[in-house]
């Protein structure tokens, strides 16, 4: 797309859009390189594969949280390829399918998630709260939009260290409605920071609507009101939210200002496993938008460009269910962290009294072998 065609965020602007429901291209003079589309739909179809199975194993009580991004694939996937590896992710809940893309090993992904002795966390984060250095993915907070004020300064740093870098942020809608948020733009704004902020318009912010919460008719107007340019862009339309993104990576690094991205989704489960959703929303609207899923979608279109059938579809849902279920058995017979990783990572040099609690615990491990097991 070009720069100038959809980043105007006044009311009322229609979404960019690329394919349609059907999988057809919207415009008859545009092309869709193959395979960039199957990176896509390979990325996307990792996400729904690890996400349904995280959801069965929470019910089961193997783990304790999961939130998943179900429907919103496109969105996750679409921006996520889009960044240089240099670049920065700084998480909201529902970006971890970014990890993988970005090379984190599907080990440590689902170590994570047991929490267990080879995690690189030591089981100290909740499940889905992901962090991996190597791939310059932040492990995110639970706190709502906290997490841009902290891409706002990433984004800083890497400008008065003379770097090309862009710091992510990641949020959902409800997150517009934070007072960090607006910190976060005004701050970028001013400071010129390079900094995409990225919102996951999935409608719901857990059991409040997005017309409930705001007046605004897009969430994109909000970023005008700072300086920042804003796109809309159809969440679900996996081509489109690479290409929108492209435009504001394009944006951003040749002029040094933030941008923001609305991908306007929705939220086909529920906001975690800890929520029931049929307690507050109508869901003859969620079987409406099942209808639009972002990987039915997408595979339609590598349909029609030739590049997909059923039998390759087969093929990759089984090995990535049996990679997956591989990687669940191993984790799960690994043992839990170490009791003494609990002193670990802090200081460079243990104070006296971690110290003393160290060699308590010591004391009482000695005398009652069997406890470590048990912790």
């Known amino acids: 797309m070009r720069d100038s065609d959809h980043w105007d965020a006044a009311e009322g602007t229609p979404l960019y859009q690329v394919v349609g429901e059907d999988g057809a291209l919207l415009r008859a003079d545009d092309a869709v390189d193959p395979e960039l589309a199957l990176r896509l739909y390979r990325a996307m179809a990792t996400v729904r594969v690890v996400d349904e199975r995280m959801v069965t194993l929470q019910r089961q009580g193997r783990i304790s949280f999961y939130g998943a991004a179900t429907g919103q694939e496109a ?30 090993p599907l080990s440590t992904y689902v170590d994570q998630l047991f929490g267990n002795g080879t995690d690189v966390e030591k089981g100290r984060q909740m499940p889905c709260h992901y962090g991996h250095r190597d791939v310059r993915y932040v492990t995110l907070s639970s706190c709502i939009a906290n997490q841009l004020q902290h ?44 900094t995409l902020f990225v919102c996951q318009n999935n409608q719901w912010a857990i059991s409040t609507g997005s017309r409930q919460q705001s007046r605004a008719r897009t969430l994109a107007s909000k970023a005008k009101g700072y300086g920042v340019r804003g796109y809309r862009v159809d969440g679900n339309d996996a081509v489109a939210v690479y290409r929108v993104t492209q435009a504001a990576l394009q944006h951003i690094r ?28 109508d869901e003859r609207i969620t079987e409406a938008w099942k209808l639009r899923d972002p990987l039915i979608r997408l595979r339609a279109l590598l349909g029609r460009l030739g590049a ?3 039998a390759a579809d087969a093929a990759l849902q089984a090995e990535l269910t049996e990679r997956l279920k591989a990687e669940v058995v191993r984790a799960e017979s690994t043992a839990p962290p170490a009791l003494a990783t609990l002193f670990e990572d802090v200081w460079a040099t243990p104070p006296w009294h971690l110290e003393r609690q160290r060699a308590a615990l010591e004391q009482h491990l000695s005398a009652h072998p069997g406890a470590a097991e048990n912790h």
């Open 308 to 310: 997909w059938d059923d």
């Open 75 to 104: 969105t996750v996937i679409g921006t996520g390829l889009a960044l240089e590896p240099t670049d920065w992710v700084v998480p909201a809940l529902r970006e971890g399918g970014i990890t993988l893309l970005r090379g984190m």
């Open 254 to 281: 040749q002029s040094g200002q933030p941008a923001f991205i609305e991908a306007l989704t929705y939220r086909i489960g529920a906001h975690s496993t800890s929520d029931d959703p049929t307690r507050y929303r």
């Open 151 to 194: 891409a706002v300064g990433i984004a800083l740093a890497a400008r008065l260290q003379g770097e090309t870098t862009v710091a992510a942020g990641y949020m959902g809608d409800g997150a517009t409605s934070e007072g960090d948020f607006h910190v976060a733009l005004e701050f970028a704004a001013q400071l010129r920071a390079p």
